[in-house]
């Protein structure tokens, strides 16, 4: 049973970790359009053609 317990809390302990790393990644991407999305080809064009400003506009493709 005390084994049953350290798998669960391990398992949320890493979906907790998880979460707090992908919130970590959204804010500290604000100068991208995307917010650090990796997931389509469009980031690196969308960076490369995106104007300076302090806006973080939204970005349409993400997955």
């Given at each position: ?16 970790g998880y979460v707090a ?43």
């Amino acid at each position: 049973m005390t084994t049953q317990y350290i798998i669960i809390a391990a398992i949320i302990a890493i979906a907790v970790g998880y979460v707090a790393y992908k919130i970590y990644e959204t804010f500290s991407n604000t100068n991208s359009s995307c917010g650090g999305c990796k997931g389509c080809s469009m980031n690196p064009q969308q960076q490369k053609n995106e104007p300076i400003s302090n806006k973080k506009p939204s970005c349409s493709h993400k997955m």
